[in-house]
Every structure is written in C-alpha cells, then in structure tokens.
C-alpha cells in the first residue's frame, strides 16, 4: 500500500506580504507626519525660547510682537506675554459654551426623547448641514452682520461695542458647535438603556421626571465628554476669530471689547513675508505647541470619559 | 364567600399596527394570590401583563380595545392618569434594571416622584420596610449609600423588587423576574413571591412551568393571542381541558 505524500509548506504568497507592507505604511504615514508636526513646532519653540523667557511667555501681561527691523530703531524689543492672547481665547470659548451647551443638549433632549421619527429624520441631517459649513462662512457672517449689529444695538443702549467685540466672534462660534455638543449628547442619552426608562415609567414617573432623574445623569459622562471636545474646538477655531476677533491684544473680561485669540494672532505672525529666526515669527510656535498641549489634554480627558462610559452599558 | 376578583378583564384586543396580538382576552385576577400567564415565543402573554399597566402606551402603534377594571374602575378610561394607575400597579421587569443610583435612592424614587415623603424619617422608614419586605435588608443595610448596580444578579431584582413594593402598589407585574438569573438566586426569588402575595396581587410572566408550579395558585395559559385556558394551577397541569394546553406542558409545543 502506497502512502500518499502531503507537505504542509506554503507557496510564497507576495501579493499578502505587500498588501500588508502597504496597510502599515499607510498608517505610519499619518503618525509619522503628526510627530514631524509636533517636532519640528517643539524645536522651533525651543528656539523662541532662547530669545524669550518661558516665564515671561506664561506670565507677561503684554504681548507686542513687533521687533524693529535694526536694533537701533524704538520699540526694539518687543513683548511676548501670552496671557492676553490665554484670557482672549478663554473669554471667547466661554462665550461660545454659554450659548451653544444649553441649546446643544436641550435639542439633543428632545431629538433623543421627544421627537418622532419622522421629525428627527428632518432635524438630525440639518444639524449634519449646520456642521458642514466652512467656519470661513460662520467668521464672514460674525464680521459683516453680527459685530456691526451688536455694535448698533449697543449704541442705541448707551454701550459701547467694539467694531470687532468678543461678543460677536463668541456668539457664532457657539452657534457653529452647537451641532457637536447636540450630536455626541443625543449618542449619550441613546446608549442609555431603555430598561432604565421603562423602570421610571413604570414606578408611575412622567416623562418629564424620567429623563431629568434617570436618562440625563446616567448620560452624564457622555455629555460631559461631548461639551469638553466642543470646547477644545472653540479653543482652537481660527477662522472666525481672525475675521470677527480682531487682532488687539487687550486683557480683559468685558466680552464688548476686542480681544484677541492664540489662533488670531499665529495667523497674524506668519501672514506676509517673515524672517524666520525673528522672536516675532519662532512665537508663533510656541503659541502654536501651547495650543496643541492644551487640545490635546481636553481632547484626552473627553475620550477617556467617553469611552468608559460606553464600556459600562455593554 | 370568595373575594371579588382584583382585576377583571373582558374581550381584551391588542394591535401593533395592523397585526393583532391579543384575540379577545377574558381573565379574572384573584385578589394575593399569585396568578402566572404562561406559553410559548409570541403567545402574547407578556402584551397582556403590559397592558394591565398600560406599559403598550409607550409603543406608538399599540392600539387596546375591551376593558381592563382594576377594583371596578376602567384604567383605560379617558381621564385615567398613567402615572396613578402606575402607582398601583408596579412592575419588575426580566432583566434587574436598577438605576445607576445608590440602593436607598433607588427605592426611593417612587415614593418621591408620588409625593409620599414628608420627611427623612418618612424616607427611611419606607426604604428599611421596602428592602425587609424584598428579603434584602440585612444583606444591604450597611451599605445603603452605595450603587444599586453593584449588586449581584439577584440583589440586583430584589433591589427592583424592593423599589416596586416602595410605593405601595396593589398590584405587582412580574415579566420572568428570574430569567436572567442563576437556580440559587431564582429560588430566592420565588420564595419571596410566596412571601410577597399576603400582602400584594402578583401576576408573572414565565417561560418556565415549574417556576408557575411552584409559585403560582392560577395559571393562564396563552397560545398565539388566545387565551386557551385558565384554572387552578394544579389543576390546569394535571388535567389540562384543552389540547393545546395539554402539548405545552407535556413540552410537545413551544
């Protein structure tokens, strides 16, 4: 009786090792170019730091970034405090929560248990378009139309509005992530079970009582990590604020003034011919990698939130 | 003299949409006993037990016809208000669902939204009698300020349990309150229904016909929207009147 041979070896299989060569180095590319980023903004920044001490960056009340062209000329140095820029940036976030976290989550409220099918499939995809739109478009329509109107309204009430307040820019820029805090705080308030609603309503709770002691403090975290990525959102808008914000460094919390925002001023910095060792132009780095540690830390702390809660209802 | 019966429904008819559900229901509730519904998938037992509470509201499609008196008043009537109806008929469901809140605010919650709290004492009073009545109170008692979903399985649906009874309903609806649950923790449960029918009409859902055996005095059995047949537990699983009945329990169907 004749035995059959078997062999267990492969043939070469080229077309599987290349694919896979190729899936690697698409998603080495993105790392790899996000590191660069970061790097080169890191060297850069270290740079500015020979001219510029870090305490006065983090600290000084005054940023002036002119430097003269000699060092002869008036004005030769300039300052380099970045608290205007931090308090500017803050004041107009915050105006931007204020208006955008409240409707975001009252109409995520009711998109998630209000609303019939029917009428979501009409809301959800307008917030979608709303979320769409180029922040070019939001920054147009905060400098044309709605700085000029508070500045005439104020007016008629004796106030004084600056022609670029951080009222203007704070207003629009909530009304653009309102979509963003709705979205992700409608997806909170769907992961949690309907068990839970059912239990409420079931003891004899009205609907209204449901969703305020069961359905939105079981979302809670979800929410929280939603408002906290519209906030790194704001933080880091730029396109609005360069056209609505205006570009005076000004320390104040008064949101009728003109403040000025990190994003504003590397935009202002970098626009125009540079020289490239200046103090001026290596702080737009700094200023840059200060932004990128802040998004980030928002940004981590959102998802680590966000994703501990998903793990807890599945 | 018996009682009068708890409930009584008569020529009861559940649509979702266009498919009928339920075919003209008739069934008496004996008042502390405990009355199972039990049958195969989809025989429309547990659209029954829903609609004693008026749970089907919730399902936008669900349309009842006939008439459901719970001690003579019609709680499909038009000014009856769901959310007293519910505060007399409480309801465990198959899976524990405690909310993610602490053991004491969990029962407490009925009692709060009904308004039956006048003061703290009021409030502990109700949650310690609620958690005795649930059999968990000696196992909880320490730590009353800690989540409800930190409890076992079976803790857990004492817990729902302990939160239904919280707000004195006269009635509690079971849907297979033990399903999810493991022999030892089941058992636990079953006594405590035998326990909880001196003081409550309690009518279950189960898929199991031991389970109705064991803790049930009526049984009503269910077959594709029918009500086939009802009768003394004993009775109806030891000399079933229909065939339909006699297959189930012989395990032939379902």
Known sequence: ?314 | MSKPPIITARDVNVFYGQKQALNGITLDIPRNKVTSLIGPSGCGKTTFLRSINRMNDLVDICRVTGEIKIEGKDIYDKDVDVVELRAHVGMVFQKPNPFPKSIYDNVIYGPKIHGQIKSKADAQEIVEQSLRRAGLWDEVKDRLHESGTGLSGGQQQRLCIARAIAVSPAVILMDEPASALDPIATAVIEELIDELRKKYTIIIVTHSMQQAARVSQRTAFFHMGDLVESGATKELFTSPQDERTQNYISGRIG
């Open chain 1, 1 to 314: 009786m004749t035995q059959t041979e078997i062999s267990f070896k492969g043939r070469k299989r080229p077309l599987e090792t290349a694919l896979k060569a190729a899936f690697f180095l698409s998603s080495v590319i993105a790392i790899a170019a996000t590191v660069g980023i970061v790097l080169s903004m890191l060297f850069e920044t270290i740079r500015f730091f020979e001219h510029v001490s870090l305490s006065e960056f983090l600290f000084g009340l005054k940023w002036s970034p002119q430097t003269a062209i000699r060092a002869d000329q008036v004005g030769s140095s300039g300052a380099f405090g970045a608290v205007p820029l931090i308090t500017g940036t803050l004041l107009i976030s915050a105006i931007a929560m204020v208006v955008a976290a409240p409707i975001g989550l009252i109409s995520a409220i009711y998109l998630a248990e209000y609303a019939s099918n029917r009428v979501r499939g009409i809301i959800k995809p307008m917030l979608e378009i709303l979320a769409g739109i180029p922040t070019v478009v939001y920054g147009f329509f905060a400098a044309l139309v709605v700085a000029p109107f508070l500045r005439m309204t104020g007016g008629q009430l004796g106030l004084e509005v600056a022609s670029e307040s951080a009222l203007a820019a704070g207003l629009v820029m909530g009304v653009m992530i309102i979509p963003l805090i709705s979205s992700l705080s409608d997806d909170a308030l769907n992961a949690v079970p309907n068990a839970l609603r059912e239990a409420s309503l079931g003891l004899g709770a009205t609907k209204a009582e449901t969703i305020k002691k069961v359905i939105v403090p079981a979302a809670i975290p979800g929410i929280s990590g939603g408002f906290l990525l519209a906030a790194s959102a704001a933080i880091g808008e730029t396109m609005i604020v360069v056209m609505a914000a205006g570009l005076a460094a000004n320390l104040t919390a008064n949101p009728l003034e003109a403040v000025t925002t990190i994003t504003a001023q590397i935009v202002a910095l970098l626009t125009g011919d540079q020289e490239f060792d200046s103090a001026k132009t290596l702080s737009a780095f700094a200023l840059g990698l200060l932004l990128f540690i802040t998004t980030l830390f928002l940004n981590v702390i959102a998802m680590r939130i966000v994703n501990k809660y998903r793990e807890q209802y599945d």
